[in-house]
């Protein structure tokens, strides 16, 4: 959606938006400088000592999480307007999802170091295994962000498995 049809919440007078209450400027403001930091050092350190891994993974988390807290710093001063809110739904919901596979890559190289004898798994296998959960996760999350984003943007109530996070973040647990 082009930024110049911005679209606005039509729910009862009564409700502020989309998320039922105004979103705290100062708090997204702090996340939104946190996110930065990281960001640019998890990106320094990645260009630093060559470990180009970290840029599609924890580099791009941030990123995702930084446009996301933008997004939600926007809706903090108009919060009826649903693009903002719709960014930093799925910015942050998954956002995550790379920096989990940074850990992963992590957790194989921890694994080379200590020694593969420890290891039930081959640090490949598990780099493949949880690779591969990692995606089916992104994939559930981005379709979660998606569904609530539309729901809202269409003035219907959020499925219960969209509202409740707790069905997308059960599965991404088990992982």
Same mark, same amino acid.
């Not at 941030?62 to 919060?79: D, F, T, V, Y």
């Not at 959960?133 to 943007?153: E, K, M, N, P, W």
């Given at each position: ?66 446009? $996301?807290?933008? &997004?939600?710093?926007?809706? @903090? /001063?108009?919060?009826? *307007? ?6 930093? +739904? ?54 979660? $962000?998606?569904? &609530?984003?539309?729901?809202? @943007? /269409?003035?219907?109530? *959020? ?6 996070? +707790? ?9």
């Amino acid at each position: 959606m082009a930024l110049t049809s911005v679209s606005t919440f039509t729910h009862p007078p009564n409700d502020v938006g989309p998320y039922s209450y105004v979103p705290t400027e100062w708090i997204c403001i702090l996340f939104l400088v946190l996110y930065s930091i990281s960001t640019i050092l998890h990106l320094g350190q990645a260009l630093k000592f060559r470990l180009w891994w970290m840029i599609p993974t924890a580099t791009l988390a941030g990123i995702l999480e930084i446009i $996301g807290w933008s &997004a939600r710093l926007w809706s @903090s /001063q108009n919060p009826r *307007l649903l693009t903002p809110f719709e960014m930093q +739904l799925v910015g942050t919901v998954v956002a995550p999802t790379p920096l989990v596979a940074a850990n992963f890559i992590i957790l194989g190289r921890i694994i080379n170091q200590v020694g593969p004898q420890y290891c039930r798994l081959t640090p490949k296998i598990y780099t493949i295994i949880f690779c591969c959960f990692d995606v089916a996760c992104l994939i559930v999350q981005a379709l979660g $962000g998606a569904t &609530a984003a539309r729901a809202v @943007s /269409q003035g219907q109530t *959020l499925p219960r498995y969209v509202h409740h996070p +707790l069905f997308r973040a059960t599965f991404t647990l088990l992982r």
